[in-house]
C-alpha cells in the first residue's frame, strides 16, 4: 500500500526481504491511498499506541500516548483499550496535549509526578483554568518561599502527600491499588489514579479557597471523569465535530 504523498504505508517487511535476498516475487500493489488510512492496518497485529502517536508527528509519543489513553480511560473506563484511529484523532483535535505532556514531563523529577498523570491534568485545568492551572503547577514545580512556608496552603500538603507516596511505592506507580467504590466494595486501580486524585482535590481547594480534606473514594475519579467528558469530545469517524463552548464550575 502506497500513500499519494509516496509513502510506504504497508510492506515494509517484504520489500527489506526483496532487497536482502535480490528475489522478484509478484503481489498487489495499491498507490494512491491517503496517509490517514495507516492507523487501520494491521488491525489484527499488535500495534503499540505510541506507533500512532508517533506517525501523527508528535515528540515524546510514548508519553502523550499514555496521556490520551488515560484521558480515554477516565471517559469510557478504565478497562476499556481505544481503537489506534481514536487516539489519533484525539491527537489531532486536541494539539495542546502534546504541550501538556512537555510541561508534566519537565516536573516530574521536582514532583514525583509520573508524566502521563501530570500532562492529563494540566491540560484539562489549562482548558478552563488557564490562569489558575499555571500558577498552581509552576509554584508545584518551582516553588515559592511565602506559599510553601504555611503548612496548610494546599500546594504545600500535595508536596508533601506526593513525596510520602514516592518514598512508599519509589517508580511502581503502575502496580494495583485498591479504592473504595462508589457503591460499596473495592475498585482496582494503580497508584497514578491516586496520584490524580491527589492532585485534583488540592486544585480544587487551591482554585476555590475551600478547605483541602483528603478523599480516596471514587468520587473524585468520577469528578476527573466527568470534567474530561466535557473537556474532549471523542471523534469516532472523521465527521466534523463541535467542541464544548460553555466554562464549568469545578464543584
Not at 23 to 45: A, E, H, M, R, S
Not at 101 to 116: C, F, L, N, R, V
Not at 190 to 217: C, N, P
Not at 234 to 248: A, Q
Amino acid at each position: 500500500f502506497i500513500s499519494d504523498t509516496g509513502n510506504l504505508l504497508d510492506g515494509q517487511h517484504r520489500l527489506t526481504a526483496l532487497s536482502q535476498t535480490n528475489q522478484t516475487i509478484p503481489f498487489l500493489v495499491v498507490t494512491g491511498l491517503p496517509d490517514d488510512i495507516f492507523v487501520y492496518i494491521d488491525q489484527n497485529k499488535t500495534r503499540a499506541a505510541k506507533d500512532v502517536v508517533k506517525i501523527a508527528g508528535v515528540s515524546n509519543p510514548a508519553k502523550v500516548a499514555a496521556a490520551v489513553k488515560l484521558i480515554h480511560q477516565c471517559m469510557e473506563g478504565r478497562a476499556r483499550t481505544p481503537r489506534n484511529e481514536l487516539l489519533y484523532r484525539m491527537i489531532q483535535d486536541y494539539p495542546d496535549i502534546e504541550f501538556a505532556i512537555a510541561k508534566g514531563e519537565s516536573m516530574h523529577d521536582s514532583t514525583y509526578i509520573p508524566t502521563s498523570v501530570g500532562g492529563t491534568l494540566y491540560f484539562l485545568y489549562k482548558r478552563w483554568w488557564p490562569e489558575e492551572c499555571k500558577q498552581f503547577f509552576d509554584i508545584l514545580q518551582y516553588g515559592d518561599q511565602d506559599i510553601l512556608s504555611q503548612s496548610q496552603h494546599p500546594i504545600t500538603r500535595l508536596k508533601n502527600k506526593l513525596r510520602h507516596l514516592y518514598n512508599k511505592v519509589g517508580k511502581r506507580f503502575g502496580d494495583l491499588y485498591a479504592l473504595p467504590g462508589s457503591h460499596g466494595g473495592k475498585v482496582i486501580y494503580d497508584h497514578r489514579w491516586q496520584v490524580m486524585m491527589f492532585i485534583h482535590q488540592a486544585f480544587k481547594s487551591y482554585r476555590t479557597g475551600k478547605r483541602l480534606i483528603w478523599r480516596e473514594d471514587q468520587s473524585t475519579i468520577d469528578e476527573i471523569g466527568e470534567l474530561c467528558k466535557k473537556t474532549v469530545t471523542l471523534r469516532h469517524s472523521y465527521e466534523e465535530i463541535e467542541y464544548p463552548k460553555r466554562k464549568i464550575p469545578l464543584e
